[in-house]
């Protein structure tokens, strides 16, 4: 079936086991994502941990900050609490949190079992609203959903239980949404970069996550004069729900922008909508433009046309991901998608839309390639080992996982979403035309790798990046 969207029609691989989503309570993480805000789990002993082996350490080595997750109160919900329940030592272990960790806001979160059994959370939180600190409370179990609705159900605890209206608005203050911490393995460095380009065009960035933001920056959110959303579909409910109780409205830019089309069009579009200076954002684009075909043009002997370079491509992650390397990759580097495999549970109601996004690149064959939605990660994995790659070359884009089936077919991969691995991410991103260099880096070097180690000898001059 060519050019069509694809549901999951075979039965699932051996790769379905590998996780690539979190379920529901790896919500936690973005709680963790906002500086000294706590969760207090009331959940089983082993769901944090379930949660963090695709969102935590074997995401690219991160942790939670302010709190690793090791310190994360939970009541360990077990056999006895089903048959009692356990609100009890649920309501203790919210007073000694509060006791002793140093904390500005408080989140209590339940799992499958104990919503099963029926605690009532929320009564717990607003047994704690007198002392001070806020308790917030949001219900994350794991048959409800995945990580990513366990994203937005915090964001909805967030302004249904904190947020509060008010007259005062800045009208060059803009809230950032759709880059969901953690999950995205890029989060931290794509939020610090997209700060300073907002920065640049004279906006106000007030971005929840990430270093130096927290509860101050969770209060000025009604003060936005707009909210941004950089995303095919996560947050589009949080920023509807903001502009229906706020009133502030928003602006969907529907992917991260990597390399220079893209990112000169995101800024282009967001100029014309904010109102902002046609000449600053003009002169921004042009020396940013200078600076990265310059590198490009240092490296011309190795990302020159050679012809051991891969012109064919699959990816294998998150709709946000998928978008914004395909554009990348069709209208800056000329290769062309064989199969985009998007993972991450996208609701229906996107996908149509999604799939327009993906073909509105500049390729006069952009509706022949296949996009399947499917929650089968390891779907990806048997179509490739199907593929005689002798004579057609081709690059892999996707997980840890994903790198497994690339070392076995010899192609040129690159880790580009959740669980990253084991190797530290730091500061990494492949946002903007800075980023987009970082990401050519990394997919040369794995050229290189296999070129070399498939025993082929080849000169630099025929190793290229387009």
């Not at 969207?5 to 973005?30: D, N, W």
């Not at 074997?58 to 939970?74: H, K, L, T």
């Not at 939605?373 to 070359?393: A, N, P, R, S």
């Amino acid at each position: 079936m060519t050019g069509t969207v694809l549901e999951q029609q075979t039965k699932p691989s051996c790769g379905s086991e590998q996780q690539r989503v979190a379920c529901a309570i790896g919500g936690i993480y973005t709680i963790l994502a906002i500086e000294k805000v706590l969760p207090i789990m009331h959940s089983g002993p082993g769901c944090q941990q379930n949660a963090g082996g695709v969102l935590g350490r074997f995401n690219g080595a991160q942790s939670g900050v302010s709190y690793p997750e090791s310190v994360i109160p939970s009541t360990n919900f077990c056999e006895r609490d089903v048959v009692f329940g356990a609100t009890g030592r649920l309501r203790q272990l919210v007073a000694k949190s509060m006791d002793y960790y140093q904390s500005d806001m408080f989140f209590i979160v339940d799992g499958c079992t104990s919503e099963i059994v029926g605690d009532d959370i929320e009564e717990v939180a607003g047994d704690f609203q007198d002392r001070g600190k806020p308790v917030l409370f949001a219900k994350l179990p794991g048959f409800k959903g995945n990580n990513l609705w366990g994203h937005s159900q915090v964001l909805n605890a967030i302004i249904d239980q904190y947020l509060k209206e008010t007259d005062h608005i800045n009208d060059k203050q803009v809230n950032i949404f759709g880059i969901v911490p953690y999950y995205d393995s890029f989060w931290q460095a794509t939020l610090e970069e997209l700060e300073k380009l907002l920065r640049v065009l004279g906006l106000e960035p007030n971005s929840i996550y990430g270093r130096g933001k927290g509860v101050p920056a969770l209060q000025k959110i009604p003060e936005a004069a707009f909210n941004l959303v950089l995303a095919p579909w996560t947050d589009l409910d949080t920023v509807e729900k903001l502009q229906e109780k706020f009133g502030t409205p928003f602006f969907h830019y529907p992917c991260v922008p990597i390399g220079p089309t893209e990112t000169a069009r995101f800024v282009w579009a967001l100029t014309e909508y904010a109102g902002l200076d046609k000449t600053k954002s003009g002169e921004y684009i042009q020396q940013e433009e200078s600076r990265y075909y310059y590198y490009i043009k240092n490296a011309v002997k190795v990302f020159g046309g050679g012809t051991q370079t891969p012109r064919k491509f699959f990816i294998n992650s998150s709709a946000a991901q998928t978008l914004s390397l395909t554009r990348f990759l069709v209208n800056d580097w000329w290769m062309t998608p064989q199969k985009i495999f998007i993972i991450d549970d996208v609701p229906e109601k996107h996908q149509e839309r999604i799939t327009g996004e993906l073909r509105n690149v500049e390729y006069d064959r952009a509706d022949e390639f296949d996009v399947v939605f499917t929650t089968d990660g390891g779907l990806c994995d048997v179509e490739i080992k199907k593929e005689d790659f002798l004579f057609k070359k081709a690059c892999l884009f996707g997980t840890a996982w994903d790198q497994l089936t690339a070392n076995y077919k010899q192609l040129p991969f690159v880790r580009v979403s959740a669980p990253y691995g084991d190797s530290v991410i730091g500061n990494k991103t492949y946002f903007g035309w800075n980023g987009a260099l970082t990401f050519l880096q990394d997919l040369h070097d794995d050229i290189t790798s296999k070129i070399l180690g498939s025993g082929v000898v080849v000169k630099l001059d025929d190793i290229g990046g387009h």
